[in-house]
C-alpha cells in the first residue's frame, strides 16, 4: 500500500463525513419539527435517532481529520486510532438515544394519539432521499469510523421505509398504535445493531486479533518458510479496523549464517503483507539462544552498565530485527 492512495482514502473520508454530517444535521432539524407537526412518535424517534447521528457525524468528521496527522513523538504510530474512537463514541451515543425513544414509546403503546399520517409520508419520502445520498457518499470508504457511520444512515433509510409503509396504513385503516409499535421496532433494532458494533469496536480497543485476520493460518505459513524451525510470540492487532499489525519471533538453527537468516527474515515479510497487514515486525533468533523479550539480552544489558565499555550491545548480537511498511 503506498502513502499516497492510503492519504487519497482517508481525504475521501473526511469529505464525505463532512457531506454526510451538514445533510444529517439539516434534516434532523427539519425532521424534529415535522415529528411535533405530525404528533408522530415514530417520527420523533427516527429524529432523535438523526440528531445523534449529526452529532455523532460531527465528531466523526473531526476525529477523521485528526487521523490524517502522520505520527510524532507522542503517537509513534500516528493518529488512525482517533478514528477508532470517533466509531466508539458513535455507537455510544446510538445506545443512549435508543434508550431515551424506548422510554417514551412503550408507554404510548396502551394510550397512542393518532399521527397526521400524510405529513408522515412526506417526511418519509425526503428523509429516505436525504439518508439515502448520505449512505452513497460514504459506502465505500474503509475506515471503521465511515463504515460505522455509513450503516447508522442506512439504517435510517430503513426506518424512514418502514415510516413510509405505516403512513400508509393509516391512510386506509384508523390504528394509531401501528406508529409507536413502530417506533418501538425501530429503536430496538438500532441498539441491537450498536451493542454489536460497540462488541466490535471494544474488540479493536482491547487489541484483539482482527476479526479478518486467521492468526494460526498466518504462523503456519511462515512455518513453512525453508530454514524456519519455530515460530512464537505471533501478536496480531488493528491500528483503527482497517490498518492491521502483526509481530513475531522466528527461530532459526543455530548454524544459519547472517545473511541467509536476513533472506528468511525478508521472505517472511511478504508472506504476512500477503494476509493484509500494513506494518509487520520480524525478529530472527537463533536455536541456541534464549527468547529475550528485553531491548536486548542479558550479557548485553549487563555489559551496558559498565561505561567503560564502549562495545555493549556490540553488532556481534545474534539476533535480526526490522520493522517494515508494506
Known amino acids: ?107 404510548a403503546l396502551w394510550a397512542p394519539e393518532r399521527p397526521d399520517a400524510p405529513g408522515m409520508a412526506l417526511l418519509a419520502v425526503v428523509g429516505i432521499a436525504i439518508n439515502g445520498l448520505a449512505v452513497l457518499r460514504l459506502r465505500k470508504q474503509r475506515s471503521l469510523n465511515a463504515r460505522t457511520a455509513a450503516l447508522h444512515l442506512l439504517e435510517d433509510v430503513l426506518g424512514w421505509v418502514a415510516v413510509l409503509v405505516v403512513s400508509g396504513a ?38 484483539g486479533v482482527p476479526p479478518s485476520v486467521d492468526l494460526r493460518s498466518v504462523e503456519q505459513a511462515l512455518s513453512a518458510l525453508e530454514g524456519v524451525c519455530e515460530v512464537h510470540h505471533a501478536h496480531a492487532w488493528s491500528l483503527d479496523g482497517d490498518h492491521n499489525v502483526f509481530s513475531s519471533h522466528l527461530v532459526v538453527s543455530s548454524d544459519t549464517p547472517l545473511q541467509q537468516a536476513l533472506e528468511i527474515k525478508h521472505r517472511a515479510k511478504h508472506v504476512v503483507a500477503a494476509h493484509g497487514f500494513d506494518h509487520v515486525t520480524i525478529e530472527v533468533e537463533y536455536s541456541d539462544q534464549d527468547c529475550s523479550m528485553g531491548a536486548c539480552c542479558d550479557e548485553c ?26
Not at 411535533?36 to 429524529?47: C, F, G, K, N, R
Not at 485528526?66 to 466508539?88: H, I, K, N, P, T
Not at 544489558?301 to 508494506?326: K, N
Request: glycine share 8%; with cysteine.
Open 301 to 326: 544489558l549487563e555489559d551496558a552498565t559498565d561505561p567503560a565499555d564502549e562495545h555493549a550491545c556490540a553488532p556481534s548480537h545474534s539476533h535480526v530485527h526490522e520493522e517494515v511498511t508494506a
Open 1 to 107: 500500500m503506498t502513502h499516497h492512495h492510503d492519504h487519497h482514502h482517508h481525504h475521501g473520508d473526511v469529505t464525505n463525513l463532512k457531506v454526510a454530517f451538514w445533510l444529517n444535521l439539516g434534516f434532523a432539524l427539519f425532521e424534529i419539527v415535522g415529528g411535533i407537526w405530525t404528533s408522530s412518535l415514530a417520527v420523533v424517534s427516527d429524529a432523535v435517532h438523526d440528531l445523534g447521528d449529526s452529532v455523532s457525524l460531527g465528531l466523526a468528521w473531526f476525529l477523521a481529520r485528526v487521523s490524517e496527522r502522520s505520527e510524532d513523538a507522542r503517537y509513534s504510530y500516528g493518529y488512525r486510532r482517533f478514528s477508532l474512537l470517533g466509531a466508539l463514541i458513535n455507537t455510544l451515543v446510538l445506545i443512549v438515544g435508543g434508550g431515551l425513544v424506548l422510554r417514551r414509546a412503550i408507554p
Open 170 to 207: 393509516l391512510l386506509i385503516w384508523d390504528v394509531p398504535v401501528l406508529d409507536p409499535l413502530l417506533s418501538v421496532v425501530i429503536s430496538v433494532y438500532v441498539l441491537y445493531r450498536a451493542v454489536v458494533g460497540l462488541v466490535s469496536t471494544m474488540r479493536l480497543f482491547l487489541q
